[in-house]
């Protein structure tokens, strides 16, 4: 017998590219390497309930610096803040992304987009320490170079490359509905041992927002029974008995932590992506995530 995934009752079977939540180890970037460093780091800064030890702003054209800045302050919470500028030339192109005078002699402007990293960072009133780092080309390497411990989250616009970076096992935010504030949260569970976390890390750091809890029976189950005789365009089988016992598991999550709730079936018209594209969510929170997810959800997306 062969296992698959399935995303809903409706659809033909197929394979889902799940992304497996846990943590590597990499080399810390030295600042001397840096094109440009700026300011003083200041290590073991006491962590507040909810935030991460470290924030890495990582920016692929002019055009974010405003919004992912504005994100990765927010998170930074006096922590030390790193900006990562990544000019990728095979996903933008020169000009195509960059203000004028940004680019110069047929490339960027490393000074230009300094000075406008720090006017912004000054317009948002951040008075802490930061970190610049400015390169051409290698985004995946460069961050895989820049982080080394777990708590650090990074932010940063979702596109093709920056995608590539779910596979990485980082805590990461991908900013996908033009900076709006988190006011609609919805929190999407597996019925893990890691779902607890989930949801103490949103009270503790969306307190003022209104939280949902999330559960999409078929996306979350993830195993169907398919005979290699009939292939991978059979139906999926789905285990009424079982669906009814994590039903009744997701709500009792859900009465404990006294916040709001859907569980949901999995058909086309109920499934995980439609139900928080259709009640706009503003940040979807979750720890284990496909590529359908992420190209298709229209709200930010906080993979932990």
């Keep these: 017998m062969l296992v698959l995934g399935s995303r809903g009752a409706g659809e033909k079977c197929r394979r889902t590219c799940k992304v497996r939540r846990g943590f590597t180890s990499v080399p810390m970037l030295s600042m001397t390497n840096a094109d440009d460093v700026s300011a003083n780091t200041n290590f073991g800064i006491k962590q507040e309930e909810g935030d991460f030890m470290k924030t890495l702003a990582l920016i ?10 504005q994100k990765a302050t927010e998170f930074s919470n006096g922590d030390i ?16 992304l ?21 006017t912004v960072l000054k317009e948002l009133n951040y008075k802490n320490d930061v970190v610049i780092f400015i390169y051409i080309d290698g985004t995946i390497s460069r961050v895989e170079a ?8 990074i932010v940063t616009k979702y596109n093709k490359t920056t995608a590539k970076l ?4 980082y805590d990461l935010l991908y900013l996908k509905n033009g900076g709006k504030n988190y006011e609609k949260i919805a ?17 503790k750091r969306f307190k003022s927002s209104d939280l949902e809890l999330v559960y999409d ?23 009424t008995e079982l669906k009814e016992a994590n039903k009744n598991r997701f709500n009792g999550i859900a009465q404990k932590e006294n916040l709001k709730s859907a569980f949901l079936e999995g058909a086309d018209s109920e499934n995980l992506i439609e139900y928080i594209n259709a009640n706009r969510y503003d940040l ?15 709200s930010d997306v906080l993979i932990k």
């Design 60 to 69: 692929n054209s002019t055009a974010e610096i405003k919004e992912v800045l």
């Design 81 to 96: 803040l790193e900006v990562l500028f990544v000019y990728e030339k095979g996903l933008f192109g020169l000009p195509d």
């Design 98 to 118: 960059f203000k004028p005078g940004f680019v110069k002699d047929e490339s960027i402007d490393k000074e230009a987009i300094k000075k406008e990293i720090k």
């Design 146 to 153: 820049a982080l080394k411990d777990k708590s650090a989250l």
């Design 166 to 169: 779910a596979e990485k096992n």
């Design 187 to 203: 929190i999407v569970l597996n019925l893990s041992p890691k779902d607890a976390q989930l949801i103490d890390f949103a009270k």
């Design 217 to 239: 029976y078929l996306y979350a189950i993830d195993t169907i029974t398919i005979d290699p005789l009939v292939g991978i365009n059979a139906e999926p089988y789905i285990d």
């Design 284 to 298: 979807t929170l979750i720890e284990t995530v496909d590529y359908e997810i992420l190209d298709l959800l229209k």
